[in-house]
């Protein structure tokens, strides 16, 4: 009989994940994601006061950190939408509640960047990215309802502020 997950098992799932940060990045990208989807199939895992907003905008609660890797839920207010960025790291992140519109952009200059790419985001949806490929994206919730999100980085929230390398204006495409 299968055992059933406790919350102790999420902390070890994630100090797991943390130790094959050192991998290559597709073994750890491959981490990152089975990591996600265990955690997107069990939510009652999750301290659920870590799962509530903090008001307007977007809320981040931190779950995991170590030196390797920052895992945090993301509360996203109705309304909320990020700037268009890229990452100084790693970023994997899995949608756990709500829906979530994500686009894509490629840059045209250290400032500047077109549209390339929208969908909306479902409960369940997993993206993995290195800062070596295309990662250059904006994240909204122009939905109704307030959506939940985990995400993995891979810095280290008590040297960094977030994951994010750069902004940029939206160029007409
Ligand atoms: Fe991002």
Redesign the pocket.
């Known amino acids: 009989m299968p055992q059933t997950a406790t919350p102790n098992d999420v902390e070890a799932m994630l100090a797991n994940l943390a130790r094959s940060a050192g991998r290559s990045p597709e073994a750890y990208l491959a981490s990152a994601r089975s990591t996600l989807v265990r955690i997107l199939a069990q939510p009652d895992l999750l301290d659920p006061s870590r799962l509530v907003g903090q008001g307007p905008g977007l809320s981040r609660n931190l779950l995991f950190g170590t030196e390797a890797i920052s895992v945090w839920a993301m509360v996203w207010a109705p309304g909320t939408v ?1 700037p268009v ?3 100084h790291c790693s ?1 994997c ?1 899995g949608l756990l509640r709500g829906s979530l519109r994500e686009t894509w952009y490629r840059p045209i200059s250290e400032t500047h960047a077109v549209a390339t790419m929208d969908a909306v985001r479902e409960p369940g949806f997993v993206a993995c990215m290195m800062p070596t490929g295309p ?1 250059l ?1 904006r ?1 909204a919730n122009d939905g109704p309802e307030a959506a939940v999100s985990i995400h993995v980085y891979g810095y280290d929230h008590r040297a960094q502020d977030s ?2 390398h750069r902004t940029y204006a939206v160029a007409a495409g």
Do not use: K, P
Request: net charge negative; hydrophobic share 25%.
């Open positions: 990020t960025h890229d990452h970023c992140f990662n994206h994240i994951s994010i």
